[in-house]
């Protein structure tokens, strides 16, 4: 098992570092956060500017390998494993196709997300934050389950670490005609979420219809030994198209479009049925180093929990079959009285009180409206096609209708030891509530078939 996940190795726990820091929010809360980048690759090819407009205006490409954890989990309990700890539809699953899994609490809040692709009849690659692959191994190893489970961590730790897969994701008007400049002809229409066989110069490897923009395009997988002669071929190919490759700036900008918030707060901090857990985690891990920071400060880290139904994975949950959390998720439903939007910053505000300049934070900031807090922005960037900042917010549902005039607090709270409703420095950005996702392809056509 890799020592960054669990504690049993003689390192500190999950539990130790809340217990030493009095409680979760004061372990995690920070100010003066720097944004997150992907490890490895370059902040920026062409601009981040120029590189936001790529996926948007002609194609562009995204390495993918060297940020996100891959869990290889395979053996005959590997369904049933997967099935009793998420919200997902197994039924009809084949062989080649992924989904966005989700996994909840005995309470049904969020414990998080990732990317499942069957790789084979009791095969896996669970794909993402570590948080969910922690999850699911601890409940592999408490309960027995007949499974061998393989971690493939980041390169955030080690820039040196060689991923057992590449990755990359090509997006944008231009990626139809930039695949059949790699391959000669177009690739066998498959749904979204699925993935055909490719080969080139005699590689073999994955393209699965998925892109982290919302864009038309594919994502590449393949064995990392290839990793560079796959991006040549991607490059020669779009010389003729206006390919752009997209830096470590623009990448988590992207999200902010598509719809998808990256870091929500897993809901495994304060549960007593959960201690078992937290003292088997490690502290050393997202889980445990995820900065909370931002213009909304709680000193109750359930006030950071969110669930299914308001963070927009409703569509996912499948009432089918037995899993943990599902006779909460289903009382949930109902009481749930918040929802996931986009909130779009009036362009002057932020040019007059906030800049221009590179922005990206997972923070979380106060929305209000008449001086009240009516929800929190949990994502959100400048967007420079648009001169404004983009962020997804978690809302009261009254006033989630597109075109609500509201505010968007920005700023760092002080955090413990304070008033959570201090406001002194903070900068108010008049904003608009519209869909989620913004943008309308993602919203209408990404995941239409």
């Given amino acids: 098992m890799d020592k960054w996940l669990l504690a049993a190795n003689g390192g500190p726990s999950l539990q130790d570092g809340i217990e030493e820091a009095g409680s979760p929010v004061n372990l995690l809360w920070r100010t003066g956060v720097t944004p997150w980048m992907p490890a490895v690759i370059r902040p920026e090819f062409v601009g981040w500017r120029e590189e936001q407009l790529g996926w948007l205006e002609t194609v562009a490409l995204m390495d ?3 940020h996100m954890w891959d869990t290889f989990i395979s053996g005959p309990d590997a369904t049933r494993l997967l099935s009793e700890l998420s919200v997902n539809d197994y039924d009809n699953f084949a062989v080649g196709q992924a989904k966005q899994l989700v996994a909840v609490t005995q309470r049904g809040l969020l414990v998080g997300d990732g990317i499942l692709l069957r790789h084979g009849e009791d095969e896996y690659i669970l794909t993402g934050r570590s948080t969910t692959q922690s999850w699911i ?3 592999a190893e408490k309960h027995g389950y007949k499974v061998n489970i393989v971690h493939d961590p980041d ?4 820039p040196g670490h060689i991923p057992r897969l590449f990755r990359y994701q090509v997006q944008g008007p231009n990626a139809q005609a930039l695949i059949e400049n790699i391959f000669g002809r177009p690739l066998p229409r498959v749904p979204f979420f699925h993935t055909t066989r490719c080969e080139l110069n005699g590689i073999t490897f994955r393209a699965l219809r998925h892109g982290m923009a919302g864009q038309p395009g594919y994502e590449f997988i393949g064995d990392y030994a290839n990793h560079d002669r796959i991006k040549t071929a991607i490059l020669k190919a779009g010389e003729d198209l206006g390919l752009v490759q997209v830096g470590a700036l623009a990448y988590p900008t992207a999200q902010c479009e598509s719809g998808w918030i990256p870091a929500p707060t897993p809901a495994f901090y304060t549960d007593p049925e959960l201690l078992d857990y937290r003292r088997w985690a490690s502290l050393n891990t997202v889980d445990g180093r995820q900065p909370l920071h931002g213009s909304f400060f709680s000193p109750d880290i359930e006030d ?11 569509k996912l ?3 089918d079959h037995d899993f943990l959390g599902r006779d909460a998720l289903k009382t949930l439903k109902d009481e749930t009285g918040r929802t996931k939007v986009t909130l779009v910053a009036d362009p002057g505000d932020v040019r007059e009180k906030f800049g221009t300049d590179h922005f990206m934070s997972s923070g979380r900031y106060r929305v209000e409206a008449s001086g009240n807090l009516i929800g929190v922005v949990m994502n959100c ?3 420079n096609p648009l001169s404004t900042i983009l962020g997804l917010a978690i809302l009261d549902k009254a006033y989630s209708a597109p075109g ?4 968007l607090i920005m700023g760092d709270h002080p955090g413990p030891g304070t008033d959570s409703n201090l406001k002194q420095e903070f900068t108010e950005l008049r904003a608009t509530v519209q869909p989620c996702p913004y943008n309308e392809f993602a919203r209408t056509e990404y995941r239409k078939d």
């Fill in 64 to 66: 993918l390998s060297y």
């Fill in 317 to 319: 949950i499948c009432f």
């Fill in 137 to 139: 191994t601890y409940h």
């Fill in 381 to 383: 960037a400048f967007n």
């Fill in 155 to 158: 390169c955030s730790r080690d």
């Fill in 304 to 314: 950071y929990y969110v669930n299914p139904w308001e963070i927009g994975y409703g």
């Fill in 404 to 407: 609500t005039e509201v505010s």
